[in-house]
């Protein structure tokens, strides 16, 4: 793949998590489902983090693995911190117990903290894509 095209998937994959963000904060103003406020939640964090892997072309199978990948590639190497991987790890922890093993059901300030928690780390993913020319500064997306 040449360069333009990693540039282009990148925007498109942060467009997919802009959108979900997006999504969750419109369900959370509308007193809507936690459950799907925290799935949309962790949607925008790994659509974000699939587009951050872009740049050092990696496309990992498994959600597992981009939290691995994220880890490795990323917060080992200080370009972002261990809370970053924290607020990725309660999502990604947090949606996967809801889909597979949780009875109760998800809190509305689980789905407030999990709001909270996607949208710092989108955002700190957004500004490193801009920082390294991967998006423009003024991009909405």
């Known amino acids: 793949m040449n360069q333009d095209d ?11 998590a802009r959108e ?24 925008a964090a790994f659509y974000a983090c699939l587009a951050l892997l872009q740049t050092v072309e990696l496309t ?4 597992r693995g981009v939290l691995s990948f994220f880890d490795r ?3 080992r190497t200080g ?7 924290q607020q990725f ?6 949606r996967l117990e809801d889909d597979y093993t949780r009875m109760d059901l998800i809190s509305k300030e689980e789905a407030e903290q999990a709001l909270s928690l996607s949208k710092k780390f989108v955002e ?11 998006l ?3 991009d909405p997306t």
């Open 89 to 94: 790890h309660q999502l990604f922890d947090l």
């Open 79 to 85: 370009h972002f911190s261990k809370e970053n991987s």
């Open 60 to 63: 990992p199978r498994r959600h």
């Open 73 to 75: 590639e990323f917060v």
């Open 20 to 43: 979900a963000l997006d999504d969750a904060q419109f369900l959370s103003k509308a007193g809507r489902g936690n459950r799907t406020i925290v799935n949309r939640a962790y949607y």
């Open 136 to 138: 423009d500064s003024e």
């Open 124 to 134: 700190a993913i957004r500004i490193y894509l801009v920082q390294n020319q991967y």
């Open 6 to 16: 990693v540039k282009a998937l990148i925007q498109s994959r942060f467009k997919q």
